[in-house]
């Protein structure tokens, strides 16, 4: 019996061949999908359109060009916004960053703030100000926590666009946050969106997480993910952006 | 001084990154063959790399001296080559491992099947495999990567590719490409198995960035090797950029770090290598031509310090680059006689957010350069009636 693989995984399965090729549909359909890929990189973070209360600041890679070439630049605030940032006691910080897909965070930082406030509120967490940063990678949360005094920083990121996924949010979560911190110290929830893991899911996970880490003062791989199983969920690249 | 003409010997003497900080370097130093050397010993890089281009340099002595060589003579020489030179001299060297299909002998080509999925979702993964296997793709290994570095998740994904696996009868390898830490545990919990993977780097500072140290890998290659399955049970993944991006390179260019990585993976006697070339993105690969360049310069590097390499022919999203670039990269390691490649969904990989090779390049690469699988893998595909969606799909 045939029948369609394609009901089972938005993999590119089922796309058939012309010899050992692909038919001209299926070549022009991942064209234009690459096309789209290319562009969300380049589309600017519009930090108002967010809706959320929060400190803008900015890396150090002043443009675009900067931070895809320069990631070191990407990891360190400019001194302007560094000055910005005042000193306190808090418990967590959660940083907002563009990384590389503003749309991904357009489309699902607020989201998962939604779902995730409450569940620190219940527990009475010292939440540091919500910081929103152009031109980050995950990294730079490091020194953003430390600046701000917290514990534990969680960085919302947006993943670099895949052909099927220009908008997918990661979130990177860091105990005792200062440069120099390595992926291995981190812990990591990705693929949140429309298609991938839901806000609601991802709010779990990531609570979960955020406990388990100020429990036992640690993140990254001797954190093991073992969060009660809330229906499927989805995780980690092997890269940081 | 120009790079072609140090002395070989000089790179031997004067580690680049520091015996006494740097297990990757005292690895390197103590595990060195004089005696393999000697017949090269008193060369210049650019003398080096007259000889490998010459007839003296057969298969059999390229074989012989590859324990005698240290990364950094790779790399050296690799940098004064140029393209075609990178794949006459890796043609060279085969370098054949086995397990369940071998992998690596003249005039095959293998790959490694990728069926990744965004949640792991164990249906959406089936599919992928059996749309693979029915491109004949797949004889170096079933290798999927996990969403989420989770032991329950890595044990169910073990089980599921192992089913899959027994009930075809199929000759390949399975691997859950988890933290090498989640896949002890789950082979302590008697999870089925077959290889042990792990992303490595060219220095020991960034080794400790994914994780890692040779006395982790040292224990993992144990646990795997006391299953008694033959002598290649490990699988490694590299990258250039790995060790800079986590401020671990020491001012050593990242093709050197690379090619260190090489020496990492040869203390395992690996069944599978393979350079992630276009992954870690344009930060440290810019572009097509640049990717084209490194991914030959691993596979040559990486052949020449006699591993079994292959490559994840990709780039990303953010990268200039394209999938024209892929197929000349794929083409040339295909003339270079590169053991393995990726197999990929319409080369899109929906988790890792990626693009690679796909299953219809397989079929492409072997179709114009008269390349065949691996030969357990062959007689297989040649048993097989259509493949029928199991239970598992279909309820």
Known sequence: MA?????????????????????????????????????????????????VPHILLRSAAADRETYLRRPDKGRRLNPESRA?????????AIVIADGLSAR?????????????????????????????????????????????????????????????????????????????????????????RTDGISYARAAHRLHFLMREARARRLTGVALKEEAPRLGDAGGAPETTP | MKLADVPLRDLLRNPIVPYETDEVTRLICDSHDAEAFAPIGHLTVG?????????????????????????????????????????????????????????????????RLQPN????????IAASILEGLSYGNGDAVIGVNPAADNPSRVDALLHLLNRIREHYDIPTQICVLAHVTTQMRALEN????????????????????????????????QAAKELKRGEHVMYFETGQGSA?????????????????????????????????????????????KQILRAGLEDHFCGKLLGLPMGCDICYTNHAKADQDDMDALLTLLGVAGCNYIMGVPGADDVMLHYQ???????????????????PEFEAWLERQPVLMPEQWLLT
């Open chain 2, 190 to 221: 008697g999870a089925p198995v077959d290889l042990v993977f792990q992303s490595v780097a060219g220095t020991e500072a960034a080794n400790t960035a994914f994780g890692v140290n040779l006395a982790l890998l040292d224990e993992a290659w």
């Open chain 1, 104 to 192: 991904a965070v357009h489309r699902h930082a607020a989201h998962l703030l939604e779902e995730l406030m409450p569940r620190l509120a219940a527990e009475e967490w010292r939440l540091a100000p919500l910081t929103v940063v152009l031109g980050g990678r995950v990294a730079i949360g490091d020194e953003i926590g430390q600046r701000l005094g917290a514990q534990l920083v969680a960085v919302l990121i947006g993943e670099r666009p895949g052909l099927t996924s220009p908008d997918s949010l990661g979130v990177y979560l860091t105990w005792d946050p200062r440069p120099g911190r390595t992926d291995a110290e981190r812990n990591c929830i990705s693929n949140i």
């Open chain 1, 84 to 92: 910005r940032l005042e000193t306190g006691s808090y418990d967590a």
């Open chain 2, 117 to 124: 999925h965004p949640t792991d979702d164990l249906k959406g």
């Open chain 2, 244 to 288: 800079l991006s986590a401020d671990a390179h020491h001012g050593v260019d990242q093709q050197t770090c690379e090619a260190r990585a090489y020496a990492v993976a040869r203390r395992y006697q690996p069944l599978l290598v393979n350079t992630v070339v276009g992954f870690i993105g344009p930060e440290y690969l810019y572009d097509g």
């Open chain 2, 47 to 111: 003398e080096f790399r007259d000889w490998l281009l010459s007839e003296q340099a057969t298969g059999d002595r390229l074989k012989a001296l590859a324990p005698g060589l240290i990364p950094e003579m790779a790399a050296a020489v690799s940098k004064i080559m140029r393209l075609q030179d990178l794949v006459s001299v890796a043609a060279k060297c085969r370098v054949v491992t086995r397990f369940r299909s071998t992998i690596g002998l003249p005039g095959r080509l293998s790959t």
């Open chain 1, 3 to 51: 029948i369609d693989l394609r009901a089972f995984t938005p993999a590119r399965v089922g796309l058939g061949r012309s010899g050992n090729s692909l038919p001209t549909v299926e070549l022009l359909r991942f064209q234009l999908d690459h096309a789209r890929a290319r562009d969300a990189v380049y589309d600017e973070l519009d930090p108002p359109g967010l809706g």
């Open chain 2, 356 to 374: 690679s090779t796909s299953f219809h390049d397989a079929l492409y690469v072997r179709s114009v350069l008269g390349l065949k699988p691996a």
